[in-house]
């Protein structure tokens, strides 16, 4: 099963930025490929949105509302991804999680995988 971890999240002030990591492993074997990662996010009484994706060849998309302030990345050498964020605003307060999916691994393909999440709290 691939098991991923997110960090980076925090209280910061509106305008500030953050940077969020997801490291990627598989206890049982080795993690060969991400093909493609996800960052969605989560606030108190919301659905799960997704935010911003990118796959292994590195084409990503974002959603409308942090288009221009987050910027995506994946390092399939290190196995983890990345998401930047400037510019943070209130209403980026939320916890964030990351997915993986299409991981190529040594013992099979591997979808779907999610992280814990991490809190991002951003203050007026």
């Known amino acids: 099963q691939v098991h991923l971890v997110e960090s980076g999240g925090g209280l910061v002030q509106s305008g500030g930025s953050l940077r969020l990591s997801c490291a990627a492993s598989d206890f049982s074997g080795v993690i060969f490929k991400i093909g493609d990662m996800r960052w969605y996010r989560q606030a108190p009484g919301k659905q799960r949105d997704m935010v911003a994706t990118?796959?292994?060849?590195?084409?990503?998309d974002y959603a409308a509302s942090v288009a221009g302030r987050f910027t995506v990345s994946l390092d399939n050498d290190k196995k983890m991804g990345y998401l930047q964020m400037n510019n943070l605003k209130t209403e980026d307060t939320a916890v964030y999680y990351c997915n993986a999916d299409r991981v190529l691994t040594s013992r099979g393909p591997r979808y779907d995988a999610w992280g814990q999440g991490t809190q991002v709290t951003v203050s007026s």
């Open positions: 990118i796959t292994a060849g590195g084409v990503s």
